[in-house]
Each structure stands twice: as C-alpha cells, then as structure tokens.
C-alpha cells in the first residue's frame, strides 16, 4: 500500500494552466478507474474536485479536470485563480483499499 | 445540507484505546457506506478504514488491521472508529468521509488525537 507518487509543489500565475500528475502503480491507479481529487485548505474539510478521472461534482467548476494514462493520473487546472492556493491530493480504489498521493501544495504567484 | 461532525479525539498514551465518533445528518445514513481518513500534520491523506453501508463489508488498511475496528450505530446516524493499541505512528487529524462511487463525497473537519507519554 504505498502511497500515489504526486509533486510536492507546483506554481503558476493567475489565467494559467497548471497540471498535477499522480502516479502509482498497476494495482491500483493503472487497473481502475477510480481516480478522484481533491482540494484542501488547511483546517477545513478536505472537498472533492475530480472523480472516476474525470467525472466533476456539481458545483465544481469546470475549470478543474482530470485524465489518466497508465498508471499515471492528472488533474489540470485552467484559469488559475487566488484561491486556488492550497493543497490538492489524489486518490485511487485499489481493490478493498484506497491509497492517497502525498499532496502537492499549489502557489498562485 | 450533508454534514459529518467528528468526536472523541484527544490525548492518549502509547498502547492506549480512544473510540472516535462521527455523527451524520442532511442525509439517508443507513443506505451511505463510510471511511475513515487520517492525516498527520504536514503529511499526507491516508485511508484508515471503509465499511459497506449494511456492515457486510469492512475494509482496513494494514497500518491498523487488526487493531482498529470499524462501525456504525444506524439508529444514531453515527459512524465509530475503536482504536485500540495505539503508538505514535496513529497520531494525527481523523476524517470521516461519505464513501460514493469510490470517492469521498462529503468530509467532516476532523478531530485530533494525540498519542504521547
């Protein structure tokens, strides 16, 4: 059960684009397709971005999205904004486990 | 609206029990299965543990198999986590999260437990 290999940082200024990989093996994010993402700002709760790769709640903007090759997921997001700063994890269904990606913390310059 | 609100956090010593509580409201409970997530502070998420939303299934991760268990009280719309023989490595932020289509749909803010002599 190791953990999703995610960057720890990435950066980028308003109106950009930004991607964040999330790779792990073929157990869990290569054999299903049950990535999903999520946004978290310290000491609130943690709040679900992308799910199924690429499938998005409603509610979340459609700046958000996801993809997977692999054993390697994405979620990209366009438009940066301010308050997009904060922490962003992946997720993937393993087979009577879920494992998470380290976090990747994202800077809005 | 759905909401989780975590409890029974706190302050135990090595090789301690602490039994922590989640109480669900702003939806069907009984028909929702769960998880427990953890987080120690400045690391990452980690999956705990899920159970199906009848209770047939109970999943563990490794790190607390055997130690953790997993439940829920339908009737009280509240989830548990039993945590028995705890070390250090256990300290951290607690989430419990609604499981949907194998993701975590709603989050609660968490509760702490401290693990410490």
């Known amino acids: 059960q190791s953990a999703l290999t995610q960057p720890a940082s990435v950066s980028g200024s308003p109106g950009q684009s930004i991607t964040i990989s999330c790779t792990g093996t073929?157990?869990?994010?290569?054999?299903?397709?049950?990535v999903s993402w999520y946004q978290h700002h310290p000491g609130k709760a943690p709040k679900v971005l992308i799910y199924?790769?690429?499938e998005r709640p409603s509610g979340v903007s459609n700046r958000f999205s996801g993809s997977k090759s692999g054993n390697t997921a994405s979620l990209t997001i366009s438009g940066l904004q301010t308050e997009d700063e904060g922490d962003y994890f992946c997720?993937?269904?393993?087979?009577?486990?879920?494992?998470f990606g380290g976090g990747t913390k994202l800077t809005v310059l | 609206q759905m909401q989780l609100v975590e409890s029974g956090g706190g302050v135990v010593q090595p090789g301690g029990s602490l039994r922590l509580s989640c109480e669900a409201s702003g939806f069907t409970f009984f028909s929702t299965a769960m998880h427990w997530v953890r987080q120690v502070p400045g690391k990452g998420l980690e999956w705990v543990s899920f159970i199906q939303f009848d209770g047939s299934f109970k999943w563990y991760a490794d790190t607390v198999k055997g130690r953790f268990t997993i439940s829920r009280d339908d009737s009280k719309n509240t989830l548990y986590l039993q945590m028995n023989n705890l070390t250090a490595e256990d300290g951290a932020l607690y989430y419990c999260?609604?499981?949907?289509?194998?993701?975590?749909?709603?989050w609660g803010r968490g509760t702490t437990v401290t693990v410490s002599s």
């Open positions: 999260a609604t499981a949907i289509n194998y993701y975590m749909e709603v």
């Open positions: 199924r790769v690429n």
């Open positions: 073929s157990s869990d994010v290569g054999n299903f397709d049950f």
């Open positions: 997720c993937s269904y393993g087979g009577r486990l879920w494992v």
